[in-house]
């Protein structure tokens, strides 16, 4: 006979469910795992062993299976210890084989029988509800990241044997308490001083969740710019909330007393980032990187040129697509990475050329090297160029000016809100929609089409670029409340390119 009993396995940022399959049989004692198992799942055997002696429950002196299915997906990770012991529980009649019908279990196990966390809890618990299932049985420590999706029954257990009171019936654990979300406190805007058109690039980028870079000499700003970004985004969403969370809980990165996260995240890796650790992947089980731990916030690239280039051309095709897909041994796994990419860098590699205060030192082969570290298929898919120069002394000794990131805000929300009812989808802005997308609902006035078509020859604009540009100028439109793309909207669009051609013939 054979009994089963189902756990998950990780793939990418999502769960699969898998049954695991346990038969014990005459032969020689040994027990074999299979179904594509990694070293890390094999392990369990003597986890198992140890966990199961110490919960006063014999090791059977058979030749035991167990099988994972479906056979063709991978599995990695040490959360099979638990599904594993209940499976070899329930052959053995030592639980209900019944009791475990429609139950998902995951957890590692010490070899006293306690159950320790693991990761993925909420992406296993998002997949179980799917699924129809009755319910989770998880560790008490990764109860509270279950119990965030709605309509779920969670069953934290801190033992295995208070796993296995709970299946005889004899023991009910509590269900974990309601966290409150995960929040941290936003840098206002008022408080940078000066730069009103890189305030105003700024706005623009939260509107259209466009991609930003900043261009100006130490000192100016650019840093904290930057992080006032998070306070002028639209609050997130629920399932927003659940999307990034879900990312977080695959990483390892919530806390036993994590609830929901619901500020949106700010990354700022360092330019020594490794490409795994800005794209994801690395040894084993394939982590999510900076970019996916930005999905719905902030990437935050200071010093861009410092950075690594293979590193930054592999955002290419993720700044497009909002996906990060990599390759691993006999699979494909993706991690969503849908943010908004904030860079900032210096004019040279002195770092002032232009100012007005201090001369630059470096020569002209100097400059173009610094400038040939960034490609220009990478250049092509920021929207925004923003040249800051040197705060004039008023500004920083004068009182905090412009406004604040509660008014900028509101008027972000009112136009992601325009972009909400137009695309119909929650999320997708005048950057992520699809080109058929933009080009219905450009509405793109005549005298601005010319205007386009003139540009297109003066800037050089490729393809690409152009794009960009209308959907820049789309949502400067949509700021202003406008349904028409005016004249107006597209010069402003077209001086973000002209920054930035403006600043690299300085």
Same mark, same amino acid.
């Given at each position: 006979?054979?009994?089963?009993?189902?756990?998950?396995? +990780?793939?990418?940022?999502?769960?699969?469910?898998?049954?695991?399959?346990?038969? +014990?049989?005459? /032969?020689?004692?040994?027990?074999?795992?299979?179904?594509?198992?990694?070293?890390?799942?094999?392990?369990?055997?003597?986890?198992?062993?140890?966990?199961?002696?110490?919960?006063?429950?014999?090791?059977?002196?058979?030749?035991?299976?167990?099988?994972?299915?479906?056979?063709?997906?991978?599995?990695?990770?040490?959360?099979?210890?638990?599904?594993?012991?209940?499976?070899?529980?329930? %052959?053995?009649?030592?639980?209900?084989?019944?009791?475990?019908?429609?139950?998902?279990?995951?957890?590692?196990?010490?070899?006293?029988?306690?159950?320790?966390?693991?990761?993925?809890?909420? =992406?296993?618990?998002?997949?179980?509800?799917?699924?129809?299932?009755?319910?989770? +049985?998880?560790?008490?420590?990764?109860?509270?990241?279950?119990?965030?999706?709605?309509? &779920?029954?969670?069953?934290?257990?801190?033992?295995?044997?208070?796993?296995?009171?709970?299946?005889? /019936?004899?023991?009910?654990?509590?269900?974990?308490?309601?966290?409150?979300?995960?929040? %941290?406190?936003?840098?206002?805007?008022?408080?940078?001083?000066?730069?009103?058109?890189?305030?105003?690039?700024?706005?623009?980028? =939260?509107?259209?969740?466009?991609?930003?870079?900043?261009?100006?000499?130490?000192?100016?700003?650019?840093?904290?710019?930057?992080?006032?970004?998070?306070?002028?985004?639209?609050? @997130?969403?629920?399932?927003?909330?659940?999307?990034?969370?879900?990312?977080?809980?695959?990483?390892?990165?919530?806390?036993?007393?994590?609830?929901?996260?619901?500020?949106?995240?700010?990354?700022?890796?360092?330019?020594?980032?490794?490409?795994?650790?800005? +794209?994801?992947?690395?040894?084993?089980?394939?982590?999510?990187?900076?970019?996916?731990?930005?999905?719905?916030?902030?990437?935050?690239? !200071?010093?861009?040129?410092?950075?690594?280039?293979?590193?930054?051309?592999?955002?290419?095709?993720?700044?497009?697509?909002?996906?990060?897909?990599?390759?691993?041994?006999?699979?494909?796994?993706?991690?969503?990475?849908?943010?908004?990419?904030?860079?900032?860098?210096?004019?040279?590699?002195? *770092?002032?050329?232009?100012?007005?205060?201090?001369?630059?030192?470096?020569?002209?082969?100097?400059?173009?090297?610094?400038?040939?570290?960034?490609? /220009?298929?990478?250049?092509?898919?920021? !929207? &925004?160029?923003?040249?800051?120069?040197?705060?004039?002394?008023?500004? &920083?000794?004068?009182?905090?000016?412009?406004?604040?990131?509660?008014?900028?805000?509101?008027?972000? *929300?009112?136009?992601?809100?325009?972009?909400?009812?137009?695309?119909?989808?929650?999320?997708?802005?005048?950057?992520?929609?699809?080109?058929? @997308?933009?080009?219905?609902?450009?509405? &793109?006035?005549?005298?601005?089409?010319?205007?386009?078509? @003139? =540009?297109?020859?003066?800037?050089?604009?490729? /393809?690409?670029?152009? !794009?960009?540009?209308?959907?820049?100028?789309?949502?400067?439109?949509?700021?202003?409340?406008?349904? %028409?793309?005016?004249?107006?909207?597209?010069?402003?669009?077209?001086?973000?390119?002209?920054?930035?051609?403006?600043?690299?013939?300085?």
């Amino acid at each position: 006979m054979v009994s089963t009993s189902e756990t998950i396995a +990780i793939v990418g940022a999502e769960a699969r469910l898998v049954q695991v399959e346990v038969h +014990i049989g005459q /032969g020689i004692p040994s027990f074999t795992i299979v179904g594509l198992a990694t070293r890390s799942v094999k392990e369990a055997e003597q986890r198992t062993r140890a966990a199961l002696l110490s919960s006063d429950q014999a090791w059977p002196s058979a030749r035991i299976t167990a099988n994972l299915a479906p056979g063709a997906l991978r599995k990695e990770g040490t959360h099979f210890d638990l599904p594993l012991a209940l499976g070899l529980l329930a %052959e053995r009649r030592a639980a209900e084989p019944a009791r475990l019908e429609g139950w998902v279990s995951l957890g590692e196990l010490a070899l006293d029988g306690t159950v320790r966390p693991v990761r993925g809890v909420l =992406a296993a618990a998002i997949a179980t509800f799917r699924a129809g299932r009755r319910g989770l +049985i998880c560790p008490v420590a990764n109860a509270a990241e279950a119990s965030l999706v709605d309509g &779920l029954e969670v069953v934290p257990v801190a033992s295995l044997q208070q796993c296995l009171a709970w299946l005889r /019936g004899a023991e009910t654990p509590s269900p974990p308490p309601p966290r409150e979300p995960v929040s %941290e406190p936003c840098e206002d805007l008022r408080e940078v001083r000066g730069h009103p058109s890189a305030k105003r690039a700024l706005e623009i980028a =939260a509107a259209g969740n466009h991609n930003l870079l900043l261009v100006g000499p130490p000192g100016s700003g650019k840093t904290m710019l930057a992080r006032r970004l998070p306070g002028i985004l639209p609050p @997130m969403t629920r399932d927003e909330s659940l999307d990034v969370t879900r990312v977080y809980s695959v990483a390892g990165l919530l806390s036993e007393k994590a609830g929901l996260i619901s500020t949106r995240p700010f990354r700022s890796p360092h330019h020594h980032v490794s490409v795994p650790g800005l +794209i994801g992947g690395g040894a084993g089980l394939a982590c999510p990187g900076e970019a996916s731990l930005a999905h719905r916030g902030v990437l935050f690239l !200071d010093e861009l040129t410092l950075y690594r280039r293979d590193a930054l051309e592999t955002l290419r095709a993720p700044l497009e697509e909002g996906v990060v897909r990599i390759a691993r041994s006999g699979a494909f796994v993706s991690y969503p990475c849908r943010f908004c990419l904030v860079a900032a860098m210096n004019p040279c590699p002195c *770092g002032y050329l232009g100012d007005a205060v201090r001369p630059c030192r470096c020569t002209l082969p100097q400059i173009e090297s610094y400038r040939h570290k960034l490609s /220009g298929p990478l250049l092509d898919r920021i !929207d &925004l160029h923003v040249t800051m120069g040197r705060t004039p002394p008023a500004d &920083l000794m004068g009182l905090p000016q412009g406004e604040s990131s509660a008014a900028v805000a509101a008027r972000v *929300g009112s136009a992601r809100r325009l972009q909400t009812l137009r695309y119909e989808r929650d999320g997708l802005t005048n950057s992520s929609c699809s080109k058929a @997308m933009l080009e219905t609902n450009l509405h &793109l006035q005549e005298p601005a089409r010319s205007h386009v078509g @003139m =540009a297109i020859e003066a800037f050089g604009l490729s /393809g690409r670029g152009l !794009d960009r540009v209308l959907r820049v100028a789309r949502t400067i439109a949509d700021l202003a409340l406008e349904e %028409e793309v005016s004249s107006e909207h597209v010069s402003e669009a077209l001086s973000y390119r002209r920054a930035a051609t403006e600043g690299a013939a300085a």
